[in-house]
């Protein structure tokens, strides 16, 4: 019992990659990525986002195979694609990231129509990625910082995104 708990353990802060396609279940597949877990999307486009997006554990990282210009996660107005809880740290790189809308429903948050990333501790460090015709009604259209969160872009780009209360953007 023991060896197999130094090995999971050992495994855990390896790090693991999960890989996924445009015809699997990207959202499930994310969702259950633990504390360092990369998760490699193949080229294509991925959609069927939930209302409130897929909640992400700390550690994760989200990564296109092929780069943002191949690797689209589309909403389609949906919901937002992701969701980042107080306390969680999550990468994202090379992804495309467009058609995210924050629901307008129940006790679910009208900020951030791609991601939300909420505090305290939570954070979000984006690189080479790219956030298109995200709208919330609120805040961030693209994405929303909430309750000391925080964020930090690189190389990447913003297009067509609005909120309706405020920043387009972030």
Do not use: K
Request: proline share 2%; with cysteine; hydrophobic share 45%.
């Amino acid at each position: 019992l023991q060896l197999l708990l130094a090995l999971a353990l050992a495994l855990a802060a390896a790090g693991v990659e999960v890989h996924v396609d445009p015809a699997g279940a990207w959202a499930d597949q994310v969702e259950a990525a633990g504390a360092g877990t990369t998760v490699v999307f193949a080229p294509g486009r991925y959609v069927n986002c939930s209302a409130g997006g897929v909640a992400l554990a700390s550690g994760v990282a989200l990564a296109g195979s092929a780069g943002a210009a191949a690797t689209v996660i589309d909403c389609g107005g949906a919901g937002r694609h992701l969701a980042v809880g107080g306390g969680a740290s999550v990468q994202i790189d090379g992804l495309t990231l467009t058609g995210g809308a924050a629901p307008h429903e129940g006790n679910i948050s009208r900020d951030g129509g791609c991601v939300l990333v909420e505090g305290p501790g939570g954070s979000l460090v984006v690189a080479d990625s790219v956030f298109s015709n995200c709208s919330a009604d609120a805040w961030g259209g693209a994405i929303a910082v909430r309750g000391n969160a925080t964020l930090n872009i690189s190389r990447s780009n913003f297009t067509g995104n609005r909120a309706g209360e405020g920043g387009g953007a972030m």
